[in-house]
């Protein structure tokens, strides 16, 4: 399924259920396929995904210099990256004093 967010005060994306729905738990939400985050909740909402994408990347810096030398894999598309338009859309919205929403698309 996929996910669209939207903001009053940038443009919208679609993200794979998947994938929204750990950031969705890493922002202190339900995970839900449909919800919101207000003005007053954005600046904690954001603040949980950025402390919890950092937690999450540390073990990933540290494996990937442990396989340094073996065999070259795909390389792999870490949530870090994947979070990229929505904590730009978390911070916009933030900025301007604005909401986020999703819901299935």
């Known amino acids: 399924m996929l996910i669209r967010f939207k903001s009053d005060k940038s443009g919208s994306f679609i993200m794979q259920e998947s994938v929204a729905a750990p950031l969705l738990r890493m922002m202190g939400m339900s995970g839900g396929t449909e919800g919101a985050v207000s003005e007053d909740a954005l600046r904690a909402a954001l603040q949980h995904l950025e402390a919890a994408l950092a937690a ?7 494996r990937e210099e442990d396989d340094e030398g073996e065999d070259e894999e795909e390389p792999v598309i870490g949530l870090a990256v994947r979070a990229t338009p929505l904590l730009e859309m978390l911070r916009k919205a933030q900025a301007a004093d604005g909401y986020v929403m999703w819901q299935p698309d």
């Open 56 to 62: 999450e990347q540390q073990p990933q810096q540290e």
